[in-house]
């Protein structure tokens, strides 16, 4: 959860997968501040199932399931000096 009055936005639409970490990448912004998320490829297969785990079928999960990937991170940032989370 969240702590009261921290907020973060996601207006940059840019996501990249990292074949070494097994998970897409993505930005949010905390007012200036850039915080690095991770989701796990298993995360995005759990919510696209029966789809290939190549690159351009997780890239093409986390497209479909955006909102509630975004929702998730919402919730599990907590503001602070952590500038990097992983959904998994």
């Given at each position: 959860?969240?702590k ?13 997968h ?28 759990r ?8 690159e ?11 909102e ?15 500038n ?5």
């Amino acid at each position: 959860m969240t702590k009261a009055g921290v907020v973060i936005h996601f207006p940059n639409p840019t996501r990249i997968h990292d074949a070494s970490r097994h998970c897409v990448c993505f930005w949010g912004y905390d007012k200036a501040r850039e915080i690095a998320f991770q989701v796990d490829d298993g995360v995005l297969a759990r919510l696209s199932p029966n789809k290939d785990s190549d690159e351009s079928s997780l890239l093409a999960a986390f497209d479909r399931n955006r909102e509630r990937i975004l929702e998730i991170a919402r919730t599990v940032y907590t503001g602070g000096p952590q500038n990097r989370y992983t959904i998994s």
